[in-house]
């Protein structure tokens, strides 16, 4: 029986064409930006015309270069790292990104929050949504960062076992339905030209799946958005005793 893709197996596969069709497309723009010029120096006539159409390679160019650079994210270099102290390390950083007239709350009960992940880019991950998260308010609202024990027996995404779940909730005006749904797509934005990418999200969603996580979106118009990633808990195995008494593989 056929069975319909899953939301990461989808998003993979736009990754991969996105590669792919932007290199072709990329170099399909430079044979008409080199032609078009080589008409500019010949044909003083159509000078508007032709400039009108280097402008428009130019942003063909331009957006074949951020599908590139989401193409090749960076590969993930995991490592033990314990994310309330990840967090703790970011408080300047995140006071940073929300701006000085919403309040920031941070609820990270005591113990460890091991996990296996690349620090780098969970640190990125985490500053995009709480700059989401400030985008959705205008000027004042409370962004809260929190973490938690997540123990999954049966779910769609998620392998059974124990997670870390880092929860970024704000008071923002929400998604609608229609956001909700394409929210993780690529390029989808709703925020004015050059203020979003579309990327964040996107991003945020690659990290999480390919740290054996996940994420999720809850969102209610006009009263905030929670987005929830869940990382596997990594429990550092203890070495056993050398004078256990069991006699070694060799
Ligand atoms: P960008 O921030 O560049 O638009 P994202 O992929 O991070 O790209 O987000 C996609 C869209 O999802 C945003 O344009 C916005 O409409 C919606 N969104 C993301 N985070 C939030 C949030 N915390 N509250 C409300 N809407 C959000």
């Not at 010949?42 to 160019?61: E, F, M, T, Y």
């Not at 992940?117 to 409370?142: C, F, K, T, W, Y």
């Not at 929830?228 to 203890?238: G, Q």
């Amino acid at each position: 029986a056929r069975q319909a893709l899953s939301r990461s197996q989808k998003l993979e596969a736009v990754g991969k064409l996105t590669g792919g069709v932007a290199h072709d497309f990329n170099n399909i723009l430079h044979i008409i930006s080199a032609n078009v010029q080589l008409m500019l120096r010949a044909d003083g006539a159509n000078r508007k015309r032709l400039l009108s159409i280097l402008d428009a390679v130019d942003r063909g160019s331009k957006l074949a270069g951020q599908l590139l650079a989401f193409a090749r994210r960076q590969p993930l270099h995991p490592t033990s790292v314990d994310i309330g102290e990840l967090l703790e390390r970011m408080d300047s950083l995140v006071l940073r990104a929300a701006g000085d007239s919403i309040r920031l709350e941070k609820s990270v009960p005591p113990g460890l929050w091991p996990t296996l992940v690349d620090p780098n880019q969970l640190e990125n991950v985490l500053l995009n949504l709480v700059i989401n998260a400030r985008d959705a308010m205008d000027g004042s609202g409370r962004i809260t960062l929190a973490l938690s024990n997540v123990t999954i027996d049966h779910d769609s995404e998620l392998a059974p076992g124990d997670y870390v779940a880092v929860a970024i909730a704000d008071s923002g005006h929400g998604m609608p339905v229609e956001v909700m749904e394409r929210a993780f797509e690529p390029f989808f934005t709703t925020k004015p030209e050059g203020k979003g990418t579309g990327l964040g999200l996107s991003m945020a969603h690659g990290f999480a799946r390919q740290s054996g996580g996940d994420i999720r979106l809850a969102s209610e118009p006009g009263k905030g958005t929670t987005v929830t990633i869940y990382l596997p808990r990594h429990v550092v195995a203890a070495r056993p005793a050398l004078d256990a008494g069991v006699a070694a593989p060799y």
